[in-house]
């Protein structure tokens, strides 16, 4: 069984930045996809960010382009999201969900969601 844990969480001011890390344990393919959601109360979860590890290939939400990265750890097995020019927006439950299929599927155009998903870490960005 794959786990994900999402560690980094915490409160900042708006403006500040944050790194969020998801260790990765247990078999996965040599190609997977994985991302980075979010929840706040009230809201629909959103995909910020998804990076296909194998395969290259890298996507962000309108609403974090150009603020957040994405990128992959190959020595600590390790998925990150560096957030930077943090807004109020941003204040949610971050997180990280792994799959096989998920960046294949939809480039084909077929329903996949994520099979793998961590316990959270709480973002709280203050004025």
């Known amino acids: 069984m794959v786990r994900l844990v999402e560690s980094g969480g915490g409160s900042v001011q708006a403006g500040g930045s944050l790194r969020l890390s998801c260790t990765i344990s247990?078999?996965?393919?040599?190609?997977?996809?994985m991302a980075w959601f979010r929840q706040a109360p009230g809201k629909e979860r959103e995909e910020v960010a998804w990076?296909?590890?194998?395969?290259?290939?890298?996507g962000y939400a309108d609403s974090v382009k150009g603020r957040f990265t994405i990128s992959h750890d190959i020595a600590n097995n390790t998925l990150a999201l560096q957030m930077n020019s943090l807004k109020l927006d941003d204040t949610a439950m971050y997180y990280c969900?792994?799959?096989?299929?998920?960046?294949?599927?939809?480039?084909?155009?077929?329903?996949?969601?994520?099979?793998?998903w961590g316990q959270g870490t709480q973002v709280t960005v203050s004025s």
């Open positions: 247990g078999y996965m393919s040599t190609r997977y996809c």
């Open positions: 969900a792994a799959d096989q299929l998920v960046c294949v599927a939809r480039v084909r155009g077929a329903p996949k969601e994520y099979t793998y």
């Open positions: 990076l296909y590890i194998g395969g290259s290939s890298t």
